[in-house]
């Protein structure tokens, strides 16, 4: 690593996100200028109670996936936003079930990356399917609506993952 270089990977690109009706996303972040692909899949974690935040808020488990070397991680994201969503790391999960709480804080223990994204365009209905026809055909028909903009995301490095792994198997 060269003086001054920041040491943690910092990945800035664009994202398509599909917000199923059950409360899943599924989608991809594609890593500029590289143009580099990653999956991104999302399940909402559940509140038994209502949460104070407003019922545009909740929590997701995120997990973004390394498909040329079939690798995944998950963090999880707070969302804010009912179809133009914004995603952003949690800092706490207070007011949420114990085993929520206890993922939230196992999830910020083991690795230190930083999600955001900022919805900068909505597309529903037709626009909504053509697109996933086009880049989600696995989605096809189940009346998503799609959010597309900018994601960054800090920290998050495979192949040092895959040099830790190495390393504990000797």
Same mark, same amino acid.
């Given at each position: 690593?060269?003086? $001054?270089? !920041?040491? =943690?990977?910092?990945?800035? &690109?664009?994202?398509s996100i599909?917000?199923?009706?059950c409360?899943?996303i599924? &989608?991809?972040?594609?890593?500029l200028p590289?143009? =580099?692909?990653?999956?991104?899949? $999302?399940?909402?974690? =559940?509140?038994? #109670?209502?949460?104070? #935040?407003g019922? !545009?808020?909740?929590? %997701?488990? @995120? *997990? %973004? %996936?390394?498909?040329?070397i079939?690798?995944?991680?998950a963090v999880?994201?707070?969302c804010k $936003?009912?179809?133009?969503? #914004?995603?952003?790391?949690? *800092? ?11 993922e ?7 690795n230190? %990356?930083?999600v955001?994204?900022?919805c900068?365009? @909505?597309?529903?209905?037709?626009a909504a *399917? !053509?697109h996933i #026809?086009?880049f ?5 028909g189940? /009346?998503?609506?799609?959010?597309i903009?900018?994601m960054?995301i =800090? $920290? @998050?490095?495979?192949e040092?993952e /895959?040099e *830790?792994t190495?390393?504990? &198997?000797?």
């Amino acid at each position: 690593m060269e003086e $001054g270089e !920041d040491s =943690t990977k910092k990945m800035e &690109g664009v994202a398509s996100i599909a917000l199923l009706p059950c409360g899943s996303i599924s &989608g991809h972040f594609i890593h500029l200028p590289h143009s =580099t692909c990653y999956g991104l899949h $999302g399940t909402e974690l =559940t509140c038994e #109670r209502e949460c104070s #935040r407003g019922e !545009d808020y909740r929590l %997701i488990k @995120l *997990e %973004i %996936i390394d498909f040329r070397i079939n690798k995944q991680v998950a963090v999880v994201v707070e969302c804010k $936003g009912h179809d133009a969503a #914004r995603f952003h790391n949690v *800092e706490h999960a207070h007011g949420w079930e114990k085993d929520v709480v206890k993922e939230v804080e196992q999830k910020l223990a083991e690795n230190k %990356i930083l999600v955001s994204f900022e919805c900068e365009s @909505l597309k529903a209905d037709k626009a909504a *399917e !053509d697109h996933i #026809r086009q880049f989600m055909p696995k989605l096809t028909g189940m /009346d998503a609506v799609v959010n597309i903009g900018k994601m960054v995301i =800090t $920290g @998050l490095d495979f192949e040092e993952e /895959d040099e *830790e792994t190495e390393d504990e &198997g000797q």
